[in-house]
């Protein structure tokens, strides 16, 4: 019983800290500059 406690909250824990990764990573501005680009062929290297 001890150790289902443990797995219980342990499992809680880690969905809490996953909604809260979630919840502060929005809201951010995508880049609108970079990306790809082609390569010229002495670019290669």
Not at 9 to 29: D, M, N, Q, S
Not at 30 to 40: K, N
């Amino acid at each position: 019983m001890r150790a289902f406690r443990r797995v219980v909250i342990v499992i809680g824990l880690a969905g809490l800290i996953g909604a809260i990764a979630r919840l502060r990573g929005k809201g951010g501005v995508p880049p609108t500059s970079g990306g790809w680009r082609e390569l010229e062929a002495p670019e290669f290297r």
